[in-house]
Nanobody
Framework: QVHLVESGGGLVQAGESLRLSCRVS????????MNWYRQTPGKQRELVAG???????NYVDSVKDRFTISRDNVRTTVYLQMNSLRPDDTAVYYC?????????WGRGAQVTVSS
């Protein structure tokens, strides 16, 4: 069974940084693209960043030049480094992948940015 476990969320002030981690188990991590999504109450889950199996990356426009997604295939962990955080980055952040045709999600990590 595939498990995704996020960590690293918290409360910060605008302009500060956080790093989210997502530890993955139960699959051959290095073969799978990984994503970070976020969601706020009443809104759809939004794709924030993705990284392919060969470490090509993509970002939503609102986080380009502030967030960096990376992966460590030895530690089977994907990271989201978030710099210059803004209040509108406040959300629950979810780690995601696809495995055998199914979407797999972590439980989420709350990120709160105060102004």
């Amino acid at each position: 069974q595939v498990h995704l476990v996020e960590s690293g969320g918290g409360l910060v002030q605008a302009g500060e940084s956080l790093r989210l981690s997502c530890r993955v188990s139960g699959m051959n991590f290095r073969l799978h693209p990984m994503n970070w999504y976020r969601q706020t109450p009443g809104k759809q889950r939004e794709l924030v960043a993705g990284i392919s199996s060969d470490s090509n990356t993509n970002y939503v426009d609102s986080v380009k030049d502030r967030f960096t997604i990376s992966r460590d295939n030895v530690r089977t962990t994907v990271y989201l480094q978030m710099n210059s955080l803004r209040p509108d980055d406040t959300a629950v952040y979810y780690c995601n992948t696809q495995y055998k045709g199914n979407q797999v999600w972590g439980r989420g990590a709350q990120v709160t940015v105060s102004s």
